[in-house]
T-cell receptor, first 114, second 114 residues
Framework: DAGVTQSPTHLIKTRGQQVTLRCSPKSGHDTVSWYQQALGQGPQFIFQYYEEEERQRGNFPDRFSGHQFPNYSSELNVNALLLGDSALYLC?????????????FGNGTRLTVT | GDSVTQMEGPVTLSEEAFLTINCTYTATGYPSLFWYVQYPGEGLQLLLKATKADDKGSNKGFEATYRKETTSFHLEKGSVQVSDSAVYFCALTPPRGATNKLIFGTGTLLAVQP
């Protein structure tokens, strides 16, 4: 049973560029959340997708956008990259159902913006 | 707003020593509380959780008790092993949230020496 898989594992981009990160949820899960983890910090909630719609959003600018596909996989897009966007981006999946559905995290995508 | 504060690290212990990592939270009402662990190069793994006051979460020898009166959820283990070396995150899910969004502390690095 595959867990949450993310691609790519590492990525280097230049300021101003755009990036797309991908996530496949754990088998049977239908909800995907994205988190940003800066070096030495705890993860910060970006947004959550369920039924192909953004259900909740954290305090991130519109440069951060996402998408969920009918097979429940998801993409995170970041436009006009800034140096401060350098971080580990974590995807987490769960079943729709709130507190009774624990989050399962992938190993993350390490994004470096130069 | 809702937040989590945990003790700064690193915490360095010898094998078989007693571990305490302090965590306090700010939230209106009764959030659910979690401890996650992050091993080097990996994503987050749920270690334990508690969903109501006075609940004790436990797993792999780790324990934490939900204390409403002190708004705390301290992590303890009686005898640590080298394999416990990792970063530990305390987190909460807001009590009135529409999703299972997590708010994390900044993490505490634990280094266990043989």
């Amino acid at each position: 049973d595959a867990g949450v898989t993310q691609s790519p594992t590492h990525l280097i981009k230049t300021r101003g560029q755009q990036v797309t990160l991908r996530c496949s949820p754990k088998s049977g899960h239908d909800t995907v959340s994205w988190y940003q983890q800066a070096l030495g910090q705890g993860p910060q909630f970006i947004f959550q997708y369920y039924e192909e719609e953004e259900r909740q959003r954290g305090n991130f600018p519109d440069r951060f956008s996402g998408h969920q596909f009918p097979n429940y996989s998801s993409e995170l897009n970041v436009n006009a990259l800034l140096l401060g966007d350098s971080a580990l981006y974590l995807c987490a999946s769960s079943l729709e159902g709130g507190l009774n559905s624990p989050l399962h995290f992938g190993n993350g995508t390490r994004l470096t913006v130069t | 707003g809702d937040s989590v504060t945990q003790m700064e690290g690193p915490v360095t212990l010898s094998e078989e020593a007693f571990l305490t990592i302090n965590c306090t939270y700010t939230a209106t009402g009764y959030p659910s509380l979690f401890w996650y662990v992050q091993y080097p190069g990996e994503g987050l793994q749920l270690l334990l959780k508690a969903t109501k006051a006075d609940d004790k979460g436990s797993n792999k020898g780790f324990e934490a008790t939900y204390r409403k009166e002190t708004t705390s959820f301290h992590l303890e283990k009686g005898s640590v092993q080298v394999s416990d070396s990792a970063v530990y995150f305390c987190a909460l899910t807001p009590p009135r949230g529409a999703t299972n969004k997590l708010i994390f502390g900044t993490g505490t690095l634990l280094a266990v020496q043989p």
